[in-house]
């Protein structure tokens, strides 16, 4: 099977040169072909977007682009469409996920931007959406727009899937040319929405384009980052601040680097009937993309005094997990990714030897791992794959110090808590740096509107033109009709 | 070779169904642990009938009423094998199956099904509650207790016996239903008259007889007959079968 990447208006497949990816898992492979521009190409294409935006893309009414945006949306969701049976039959292939996650994830991340959901996007930034298409009066006198980049340069990063969909479309919406810059992990779906959106409306298509370099290629790179006025990148710090570092100093750079979420439960949680339930959503989130996502837990911290104890819950925890593993298998695993995985387990193993309160789940040739420790440890990444590690607390007080120190590194936190201690943490947790609160067994599904590391999606892209109350009355005076 | 590096712990195994279910986990490349309560030599014979049939064995002395001594079994089992895959509960306690003068209820007193509760009942009870803290670190095993059929069908009226296997089905399906959630199964494995063995030595010819006609496949059943349902039991073939009570008897009961 070959599948080809991107999306190039105005280029023909001929004109570009395609370098191949190989993808194999589940006894099935896949080669991707991925552009490889030259940097008169990449030039040209960067005009070629920013022209066809400005002429086309910022006239629309955003009423409009996010009907568009709502029936490519359609067209994915609908089981028998070309496209998503596509989707649905090489994701798995080239992200490693199992079939059942790569198709319930798909639907039910992509529920979040049909056109209400969209509409909540657009609300959470704008008080009034119509911002977006013409001055509108200010509260403090005068009249404000926004508009959005000429030329909008997404960088994503990692396999999750369609998770570059997020800031595309928060792109489109502020009306950007966009140039998206796929991952090799998961190379395929933005040029598939991409050539969606181009087959309903040909004239958008023309107003973005989606490409590809190889990682750490310094010299496409710096091409792309200086035809862009706004910046939105993906990845670990390193790569964004190399990234930072070439961009230009008068584009704007908005980076969402890596982060580690966790999960905290408090002992009203833990009675014999409920706990069972949350355990299991404790397990989806782990086995939803392999921990891969910036939202996904990689600690748990669990308080005692409940009917069920933290050591108990892990066992519960453990046992989903393998549950899951029947139903939603882990993909084979790399050599350096399992050795990662059993370098994890094993030096959790040595410390359980000399620490009573330290126990090891499972068996070592489980495709999962669950840790539980007695005493407070400090919030740190797991091996991933499946691998968490259970903290006894004795109270949910006592989870704040435990994560604050990182707070660069901050972002999800799943609580289950009554409503009064639910409050009371997130107070402490959001000091602390944490910027999304949620339920257990959504931590991979954040709402429509979800401010992205606790920045504005769409605000964060647009500048605004104010007509200051002062031209408007000075206006008044140039008016032939003024007596 | 089905049990290749798992551990098992058969009770009451020096004699009749416990030594041939210990042989057969042997055979399947187990390492067995033989329990027995006072004879050594029959199950030291046992030991070296699991060597010589292709896997390990250990002779391991314990009253499985007595939770102290259960125990220190467990403890050395962990010592020795450091994991326990898998546990049959097979001892009971002594019972002479004589239909011809057997004690009809109006002259059973309740001290007969107290040792017979205790026999089946509480040592099942505490060799489970020793045993878990072992299974439940991994996640994993499997609890197979020996019942009979005639809880299903009581041929005979054998009161305080029957009484007490009854009890330890519906023991076992609340354990099931408590340590599915942890990975742990539980089943009962329920023979029917199973000839030769110490206790049904006696049964005579025309008892024999008498089930044979009304049983589908027209015998009686041998210790080995009920070997492959238990282990079938234990191992991942019946990984998603738990609080089952799985009759052993030609198809005289079916349920």
């Given at each position: 099977m070959i599948e080809r990447a991107g999306h190039l208006p105005a280029l023909a497949v001929g004109e570009v040169e395609w370098r191949e990816l190989d993808f194999a898992a589940w006894g099935e492979s896949v080669q991707v072909s991925v552009p490889v521009l030259g940097a008169a190409q990449a030039r040209a294409l960067a005009e070629h977007v920013r022209e066809n935006a400005r002429a086309y893309l910022k006239t629309l009414p955003v009423a409009q682009i996010v009907a568009t945006i709502d029936k490519a949306i359609a067209r994915l969701l609908d089981r028998d469409d070309p496209w998503r049976r596509k989707a649905d039959a090489i994701l798995p292939i080239v992200t490693g996920y199992d079939r059942e996650t790569v198709r319930l994830g798909l639907s039910g991340y992509l529920r979040t931007f049909r056109a209400p959901q969209l509409q909540r996007f657009l609300a959470e930034d704008f008080a009034h959406p119509g911002i977006l298409d013409a001055f509108q009066p200010a509260m403090k006198g005068g009249f404000t727009r926004a508009y959005g980049p000429e030329l909008l340069l997404h960088i994503w990063a990692g396999n999750v899937p369609g998770l570059s969909l997020w800031s595309l479309i928060s792109g489109l919406l502020v009306k950007a040319g966009t140039i998206g810059k796929v991952a090799s992990g998961e190379p395929l779906l933005a040029g598939w929405f991409a050539q969606i959106l181009a087959e309903i409306d040909p004239k958008l298509g023309e107003c973005l384009a989606i490409v590809w370099w190889q990682g750490g290629d310094v010299e496409s790179e710096g091409i792309w980052l200086a035809e862009a006025d706004t910046i939105v990148a993906y990845g670990g710090n390193e790569a964004l601040t190399a990234i930072r570092d070439r961009a230009p100093v008068t584009a704007r750079f908005l980076p969402h680097g890596h982060k580690i979420g966790f999960g905290a439960i408090s002992a009203a949680a833990l009675d014999t009937r409920r706990a069972g339930p949350l355990a299991r959503l404790v397990a989806h989130d782990v086995i939803r993309y392999e921990q891969q996502g910036c939202y996904s837990p990689q600690m748990l911290f669990v308080a005692r005094g409940g009917r069920v104890s933290p050591r108990e819950f892990a066992e519960l925890v453990s046992q989903e997990l393998a549950r899951f593993a029947h139903t939603h298998p882990r993909r084979a695993l790399s050599v350096a990714e399992a050795s990662g995985v059993s370098a994890w387990r094993s030096t959790e193993e040595m410390r359980a030897f000399d620490a009573p309160g330290r126990v090891v789940l499972g068996d070592a040739g489980d495709p999962w791992s669950v840790v539980c420790v007695e005493t407070a440890e400090a919030l740190a990444p797991s091996a991933l794959y499946r691998t968490l590690k259970v903290v006894a607390v004795d109270s949910l007080d006592d989870v704040v110090p435990l994560v604050a120190p990182f707070r660069p590194f901050l972002q999800s936190a799943a609580v289950a808590a009554p409503p009064r201690e639910l409050f009371a943490i997130a107070e402490r947790l959001g000091a602390a740096g944490v910027t999304r609160i949620c339920a257990f067994g959504q931590m991979t599904a954040p709402e429509a509107g979800w401010h992205n590391d606790g920045r504005f999606n769409l605000l964060d892209l647009v500048t605004i033109t104010e007509i200051e109350s002062t031209a408007e009355h000075a206006a008044d005076g140039f008016a032939g009709y003024v007596d | 070779m089905k049990f290749r590096d798992r551990t098992i712990l058969v009770t009451g195994a020096s004699r009749g169904i416990g030594a041939a279910i210990a042989k057969a986990f042997a055979a399947e490349g187990g390492l067995v642990f033989v329990n027995y309560r006072s004879s050594e030599a029959a199950a030291e014979a046992v030991v070296e009938a699991c060597r010589a049939a292709g896997g390990q064995a250990v002779a391991i002395a314990a009253d499985v009423t007595d939770p102290e001594a259960v125990e220190a079994m467990v403890a050395r089992i962990a010592e020795e094998a450091g994991r326990l895959d898998v546990v049959v509960n097979n001892a009971f306690a002594p019972y002479v199956f004589d239909p011809d003068n057997r004690v009809r209820f109006w002259e059973t007193p309740w001290a007969s099904y107290q040792a017979q509760i205790d026999g089946a009942l509480k040592a099942t009870y505490t060799v489970c509650q020793a045993v878990l803290p072992l299974m439940r670190q991994r996640g994993r095993g499997a609890i197979v207790n020996m019942a009979t059929d005639l809880v299903a069908r009581p041929s005979i009226a054998y009161h305080d016996y029957t009484t007490a296997k009854a009890a330890l089905i519906g023991f076992s399906r609340n354990l099931a239903t408590e340590l599915g959630p942890l990975g742990i199964r539980v089943n009962c494995v329920a023979p029917g008259l199973v000839w030769p063995t110490d206790a049904s030595r006696g049964t005579r010819e025309a008892v024999k007889d008498m089930l044979i006609a009304q049983t589908p496949l027209g015998r009686i059943a041998t210790p080995d007959d009920v070997t492959g349902p238990v282990l079938f039991l234990a191992s991942?073939?019946?990984?998603?079968?738990?609080g089952q009570t799985l009759h052993v008897d030609g198809g005289l009961v079916m349920a």
């Open positions: - | 991942d073939w019946s990984g998603f079968v738990t």
